[in-house]
């Protein structure tokens, strides 16, 4: 695969499909107030990709599901489930999230991604730590294609 670390906005990246760090559907998408990634994709996309994850039940950590774009311009929107019950994130569960996103790209014969920094923001861990992991991560995994690890800037 093809990695590059980019600064910017995930939302404006140049790619068929992007990464959201989700929670894992315990709590109903419509009783959360999404912030971050989640909250942006939401105020841009609308609540259909969200519906959508809803209705896949509780996800274990690290899994990643697949959903329409709702308004956004993309192919799809991969949801993963980067965060545990107490809404946090571990190494464990930014790999499991990275690969299982990687494997999901790949199902689905997409041609680029982009990902957030999975737990670096509501997940509380360091965004240096988190970005090292999902690097050796993506490196590691087979495939062709185009990913991009967006370390966000307001732009």
């Given at each position: ?12 990246q140049?790619?068929?499909v992007i ?10 998408y419509?009783?959360?107030i ?16 969200f519906?959508?994850v809803?209705?896949r039940?509780?996800?274990p950590v690290?899994?990643a599901v ?6 956004l311009?993309?192919?799809g ?9 107490w809404?946090?994130?571990?190494r464990n569960?930014v790999?499991?999230s990275t690969?299982n996103?990687?494997?999901v790209?790949r199902e ?5 991604l ?6 670096a ?6 965004p ?5 992991w ?5 490196e590691s995994q087979?495939?062709k294609?185009?990913?991009l ?6 732009q």
């Amino acid at each position: 695969m093809d990695v590059r670390v980019v600064d910017g906005d995930l939302l404006r990246q140049p790619v068929e499909v992007i990464v959201n760090s989700w929670n894992r559907n315990f709590i109903p998408y419509w009783l959360l107030i999404p912030a971050g990634v989640s909250g942006a994709i939401r105020r841009q996309a609308g609540p259909m990709p969200f519906r959508e994850v809803g209705k896949r039940g509780l996800l274990p950590v690290g899994e990643a599901v697949l959903t329409g774009a709702g308004r956004l311009p993309f192919k799809g929107i991969i949801h993963v489930a980067g965060l545990n019950w107490w809404w946090m994130a571990d190494r464990n569960s930014v790999q499991l999230s990275t690969r299982n996103a990687l494997r999901v790209f790949r199902e689905h014969g997409f041609a680029s991604l982009a990902f957030p920094l999975i737990g670096a923001g509501t997940g509380g861990l360091s965004p240096q730590s988190v970005q090292q992991w999902m690097q050796a991560e993506i490196e590691s995994q087979p495939g062709k294609g185009q990913v991009l690890l967006v370390r966000y800037r307001n732009q």
